[in-house]
């Protein structure tokens, strides 16, 4: 090396030694898990995971099963883009998976349309004055909820000083009750054309895309990204240098809270319907995604490609499952493990870190 | 503008019945060093506590930069123009040194509210400017905090003060647990303070090190200021008896 100019005081500084990014090592699970499900596809059921082996079609991969895993991870994956933040300020958020549901069911009503089939729309929540209205009313409606969920969210966790797994419990609690209430549990549909058509194929996955590529660059060059890792990292130190911690985790929470919204518009649209439980487990689905891609719930650590490769891992995970014949309840037991077995790694990490200092 | 940076009148901390600090009359001239020493239990964090208000004061007034002040806490001690090195480190383990020494006043390429865009090669560079003057050995400062030494993060979190003082420097031990080498990096940063005319309190149990950097020398003992010494007119031993007790009563 020719140019030791990295260093200070003298020391030389080699590149090549870094230590590896977090989010390789992530990706490396996800090969592994990968070609794990592949070599037991193979080995018990005879057939492949990843590549097409069906007679009379063409082209080298199983398209129809990795575009049905990203489509299945995309929406809870837009939600994880929010979690993955609160979590890296140190936060957790309990209450998405709720705020789906209470959006799904706003957003629904005005985005229904006044004839079905020739009749009046059976299902309609408002009268006549809420029918066929632009896409962008159902949208900034839901995503206002979003908002106004993820505000009280934070006001309460800066301002009052509660822990946020409980000020984010209550507000999963209440936000259901919300959704329950809103047309006496009764579900919502016949949406308009263009709202069916948010969701409709593939977009759920570009929206994912579109919004993980988003907030990876704000996370990385902006001061928001800057304060939130330096909140979750150390939070007394943070405020000591002048920072409005409050004002920041309020936005934080209402960011989270926004995403969660726009991940009920997907989720509704997709389905052509609201209904009240949508959404839950949401929450957890969407925590796990980000702890599989190791964001630290000490806060101050990870990434969103961490937690978008967590996604891809989480949706693999299930979804080779079910290639493996598994019953479904096995899913259930397995992705508590996961989600377990990924904190405990976590913990296990930071020991080594803290040894080698 | 007034012969002093900082003056303190009667200042006086009492916890309960315990009186921590007492009618402290204390001033700093701008661009002194001044080293406080005493005995553990003296005063010299109580005093120092009261400054940069991370305590509310019993009693007395602070003069700051020719305005009597009664700072609400720490941070608005600091907006003021006090830089303080506490000795408990306020660093963010997991953001790298240009971070961590930018925080809260970082640099921007273009303004957008919260989402401002950071500058982040400016910062780089100033970063590495900054601690060039420090001799601090850091292999990379883009690496995070968390991988480095107790000295390194010392130096950063020094380097951060000195960077950006404007009006007056508080250490409170800096040194205490810090390797020869690193006490020697942290000295040099206090010289070049020295240089640009930053005016610091040391607060110090190391008479070498205060022999080597400051101009004068307060001592403190049970809670009151019993001598202010020009360097070139006192000695170790001296010192040590205002310390100890020895001599005493000299009120300044």
């Not at chain 1, 809103?182 to 570009?206: C, D, H, K, L, Q």
């Not at chain 2, 040194?175 to 040099?188: F, I, K, P, S």
Request: glycine share 10%; proline share 3%.
């Amino acid at each position: 090396m020719a140019e030791p100019t990295h260093g200070l005081g003298g020391l030389k500084y080699d590149p090549s030694k870094k230590a590896r990014p977090q989010e390789l090592n992530v990706f490396i699970a996800f090969v592994i898990i990968v070609a794990a499900f592949e070599i037991l596809g193979r080995l018990i059921i005879g057939e492949s995971f990843l590549f097409n082996s069906r007679e009379g079609t063409t082209g080298l991969f199983n398209t129809q099963r990795l575009s049905i895993i990203i489509l299945q991870v995309a929406t809870v994956g837009i939600i994880a883009i929010g979690v993955t933040q609160v979590i890296i300020t140190g936060g957790i958020d309990l209450s998405s998976g709720s705020i789906v549901g209470a959006t799904a069911m706003v957003a629904m009503s005005f985005a229904q349309t006044a004839l079905v089939n020739g009749n009046p729309n059976p299902k309609a929540i408002f009268g006549d004055w809420a029918m066929d209205l632009p896409i962008l009313v159902p949208i900034l409606v839901g995503l206002a909820c979003g908002l106004l969920a993820g505000l009280i969210n934070g006001a309460l966790i800066a301002y009052t000083k509660i822990p946020p797994f409980i000020a984010t419990l209550g507000m999963m609690v209440s936000a259901r009750g919300f959704a329950r209430w809103w047309s006496t549990g009764n579900p919502i549909s016949f949406p308009t054309e263009s709202y069916n058509a948010i969701g409709s194929g593939m977009r759920p996955v570009f929206v994912f895309v579109a919004l993980a590529v988003l907030f990876h660059l704000i996370m990385t060059y902006t001061k928001y990204g800057k304060h939130s890792y330096a909140i979750g990292s150390n939070e007394q130190a943070t405020r000591m240098s002048g920072i409005n911690v409050d004002r920041h985790k309020v936005l934080v929470y209402v960011i989270a809270g926004m995403l969660a919204s726009i991940a009920a518009i997907v989720v509704s649209s997709k389905g052509q319907t609201a209904q009240a439980n949508m959404g839950v487990m949401y929450e957890l689905d969407a925590i796990a995604m980000a702890v599989i891609g190791g964001i630290s719930l000490q806060g101050g650590r990870g990434s969103i490609i961490g937690t978008v490769i967590g996604a891809l891992i989480f949706g693999v995970i299930i979804s080779g499952f079910t290639f493996l014949r598994l019953d479904a309840y096995y899913q259930e037991m397995v992705k508590g493990a996961i989600i377990v077995g990924a904190v405990v790694l976590d913990q296990w990490r930071q020991k080594s870190r803290g040894a080698r200092v | 503008m007034s012969e002093f940076i900082l003056e303190t009148r009667g200042l006086t901390k009492r916890y309960g019945g315990v009186h921590a600090l007492e009618d402290a009359n204390f001033n700093l001239r701008h661009g002194e060093h001044v080293a406080v020493v005493g005995d553990n239990g003296a005063g010299k964090s109580t005093f120092v506590r009261q400054i940069t208000a991370v305590e509310q004061r019993s009693a007395g007034d602070v003069i700051f930069d020719g305005a009597p002040v009664h700072f609400a806490g720490p941070l608005q001690a600091r907006e003021s123009g006090i830089e303080t090195v506490f000795q408990t480190l306020a660093l963010a383990d997991d953001l790298d040194v240009p971070s961590n020494l930018f925080l809260g006043r970082e640099l921007f390429k273009l303004k957008l509210g919260p989402f401002s865009i950071l500058d982040r090669k400016a910062m780089r560079e100033k970063t590495m400017e900054a601690l060039k003057t420090t001799a601090v050995k850091i292999p990379n400062v883009d690496n995070p905090i968390r991988n480095m030494s107790g000295g390194q993060r010392q130096c950063v979190s020094i380097a951060r003060t000195a960077a950006f003082a404007s009006k007056l420097v508080i250490m409170d031990e800096p040194t205490a647990a810090l390797g020869v080498q690193e006490t020697a990096q942290v000295e040099n940063i206090i010289r070049g303070l020295k240089e640009r005319g930053v005016p610091l309190i040391l607060v110090s149990h190391n008479l070498r090190q205060v022999f080597d950097l400051v101009d004068r020398i307060v001592v403190f003992r049970r809670g009151r200021i019993v001598a202010s010494l020009r360097r070139d007119e006192t000695d170790g031993n001296d010192i040590v008896s205002y310390i100890t007790g020895v001599k005493g009563g000299v009120e300044v």
